[in-house]
């Protein structure tokens, strides 16, 4: 039992998936204020990068969805791909807190080793489609489902909790300190949930702008507790990326052997 | 109701004679003049918040009359009253100041005109300017613990700041 479990450990550990690029949308502004007849424009970047928030690799801004405070989904009004990013633009018209998110699709990958080949073999279908594709003399087999958030929230006037609310599939973040009122050197604390429960053990990572200046990262890392909350206190205003991420045993193991479910938030700390 | 508030008037002006029977607080702020760079007139805001970091009353905010886009950038008076109801901040907004003193009065009740239960506060001042600073100064006071007066030294956008608590002993 025990040499399974060691077995099983060190076969989740070997990911040659794990993207090294946080991806991530970065919105103009996240607190604007405005009359109620005013329309707000937001115009934000999405890539991904080693660098935070240096712009790297174009992925798409046609699959952002754009939540409104009162729930309903909307998209942008327009947007665009360049070459090293994609731009998105937002009119904010109601008050409240909105949620852009890219579309959360859920991804199989799978890998195998060929005999008498070093490298390994990459695929894009889950472990039951990849076994009807592969070499007769393919063996060592995996496969993971990962699931990944690119998220960010921008209030217009007074801050609402509608859009905070979890869905309940997969890993998701809860922003117990509502995202409009993280402030440096003020405690504020997050939650996870992963399929609406909390969820302990999330490895969550959060770095803040401008660590091209930096000889060094300067990373947060964080681990969530029982009630799957972290709490932390930033010593400085600024924008942050927070990356959190969790592995478990999937469900089906015929399709994949765990799944890999990450979240990227980006969000401001003000000034005092 | 023009009967009432004429009474009340006149109430105010009966109490405000018997000087130790009105417990107030006055701010003597001091917008410095700037020369260097290009100058334009400070957005200000005075409030005060309870131990708690609740908002209880603004005292005073001066702003352009150029609609609300700028009011976030009075950052932590935004989020801590400005952000919540804007038919407040359109009925207490006035005008932005130049540089000079200015006396602040207010009479020790919250934003419901109710007097304050004797506890911890602590008053605000933030003064933002467009191409210039931005600075926040605080002081601390107790009720319970009656009349202080305290200077603030001076920042880049304050100048010396007096705050007199008055009228709370005898």
Known sequence: MKLRFVALVSALCISPFASSHDRW??????????????????????????????????????????????????????????????VFDVQLLQDGTYKFEKEVTPRYFSVYKVKGKEEVVRSRLDKKATAAVMPKDAYDLKGSLTVARVETYVTRNKPTDKVLAPKGEYLELVPITHPADIVENEPATLQFVYDGKPVEGVSVAIMKDGSLYRNKPEEISLTSDKEGKVAMTLPAAGRYLLHASIERPSPDKSLADKTVSEIFLTFEAGLE | MRHLIRTTAIGALFVSSVVFATPRMTVDLTLPEITEGQYHRPYVAVWVEDAKGQTVKTLSLWVWDEGHKWLKDIRRWWRKAGREDMSFVDGIASATRPAGHYKIDWDLKDEAGKPLVPASYTVFIEVVREHGGRDLVRQTFDLAAGDFTAQLPATTETGVIDIRLSGMTR
């Open chain 1, 25 to 86: 949308i970065l919105p103009s502004h996240y607190n604007v204020s405005a009359e109620s007849n005013e329309a707000v424009w937001i115009t934000s970047d999405v890539s991904a990068s080693n660098q935070v928030f240096m712009v790297d690799k174009p992925v798409t801004a046609s699959d952002v969805k754009v939540y409104l405070p009162d729930g309903k989904p909307s998209s942008p009004s327009s947007s665009y791909t360049g070459g090293r990013k994609s």
